[in-house]
């Protein structure tokens, strides 16, 4: 199966959803920047009856979280 992939500010956004043992999908993700993985986050919830929805709400996560990484103040030394 394949899943759907978004280009978010410069990062490629993969959905990863997992199918629980009660049919239920659960929403995941990859982020990569410059193909390389950057972060990888699986078994989010809520669930979703449908795989379809578990897509949207992976990549929407995911772009939370790239939007919290871009805002984040550079690191002092």
């Given at each position: 199966?394949?899943?759907?992939q978004v280009e978010y500010k410069g990062h490629m956004i993969v959905a990863r959803p997992?199918?629980?043992t009660d049919g239920?999908?659960?929403g995941?993700?990859?982020?990569?920047?410059?193909?390389q993985l950057v972060s990888r986050r699986e078994h989010i919830?809520?669930?979703s009856f449908y795989v379809d929805g578990a897509c949207t709400d992976?990549?929407?996560?995911?772009?939370?979280e790239i939007d919290n990484r871009v805002l984040e103040p550079p690191h002092l030394h």
């Open positions: 199966m394949e899943f759907p997992v199918c629980g239920k999908w659960f995941g993700y990859e982020i990569l920047k410059g193909g919830v809520p669930s992976s990549i929407e996560y995911a772009k939370l």
